[in-house]
């Protein structure tokens, strides 16, 4: 576990904004605390975190968090990593900005304000496009369950994709 890099699942997410699970205030501050690039090592570093590697446990069994081989800025936990164009060397937030507003808008406009709502909020916390192209999976299922995702699902793919 020492070399081990964390990311929050979208339950990881939706726990750190609602509270809903219950949670001990250090296995949140732990939880809050993952992003990618914090190692273990890191991690052991939080103040009044006493058993790190049995909280680790605890969030990844509850499925909050989970592992990536690599740092998130290396390689992205997507499925299909040919689909996406490569990344600038420097970070374009008007790109990025792009992108995220497009998936959350036509998910707003295709499910409806009330239909999407945990997905688009795990869309509006994304700060890179490597989390913003982790979701990307999920928001092509959830545009391709619709009438109109199905009519044009294709060429809204092939949009989001020039500027994911």
């Known amino acids: 576990m020492p070399t081990a890099v964390f990311i929050k699942t979208p339950k990881g997410v939706e726990e750190v904004e609602t509270k809903a699970n219950g949670l001990s205030m250090i296995q949140r501050w732990v939880l809050i605390s993952i992003d990618g690039k914090r190692t273990f090592e890191d991690l052991k570093t939080l ?74 909020r795990n869309i509006d916390h994304c700060q890179t496009h490597e989390e913003l192209r982790a979701l990307f999976e999920q928001w092509h299922e959830e545009i391709g369950n619709t009438r109109q995702g199905q009519k044009q699902g294709k060429d ?9």
């Open 47 to 120: 103040p009044r975190v006493n058993d790190l590697s049995g909280i680790l446990v605890l969030l990844e069994t509850g499925g909050y968090i989970t592992p990536v081989k690599a740092p998130v800025n290396l390689a992205p936990p997507v499925a299909n990593l040919s689909l996406f164009r490569a990344l600038p060397a420097t970070f374009d937030p008007k790109t990025f900005s792009m992108a995220k507003h497009f998936m959350i808008n036509t998910l707003n406009a295709f499910k409806g304000p009330y239909d999407a709502t945990s997905l688009v």
């Open 156 to 164: 809204l793919q092939k949009k989001l994709l020039d500027v994911l």
